[in-house]
Nanobody
Framework: QVQVVESGGGLVQPGGSLRLSCAAS????????MGWYRQAPGKQRELVAA???????NYVDSVKGRFTISRDDAKNTVYLQMDSLKPEDTAIYYC???????????????WGQGTQVTVSS
């Protein structure tokens, strides 16, 4: 019913930048919170950044001042601008959107398939 597709990952040198995009499509009535999570090898998945439907944002401490989350509701898309990247940012980045579908009653989360971000010289 709802498809979530990330793009924009890749290999970048330390200090470089990447911009991730995540587009939601399908039987969408309304989108609430949108967020980015990441999971590094051997570690638990963690919330990196989130944005509410009202535009309020929050970030994990390790990315504050370096990453910026934004959304375009006309395109059902959320972005993650990542600057001053560090090797410890290397992970698979997953998009999460909370959606009420057409004909649905309660909002529920949907996940993308993930996109690899590798920061290495």
């Amino acid at each position: 019913q709802v498809q979530v597709v990330e793009s924009g990952g890749g290999l970048v040198q330390p200090g470089g930048s990447l911009r991730l995009s995540c587009a939601a499509s399908g039987s969408i009535f309304s989108i609430y919170d949108m967020g980015w999570y990441r999971q590094a090898p051997g570690k638990q998945r963690e919330l990196v950044a989130a944005i509410t439907s009202g535009g309020s944002t929050n970030y994990v401490d390790s990315v504050k001042g370096r990453f910026t989350i934004s959304r375009d509701d006309a395109k059902n898309t959320v972005y993650l601008q990542m600057d001053s990247l560090k090797p410890e940012d290397t992970a698979i980045y997953y998009c999460n959107v909370v959606v009420t579908t057409r004909g649905g009653i309660f909002p529920r989360p949907y996940w993308g398939q993930g996109t690899q971000v590798t920061v290495s010289s």
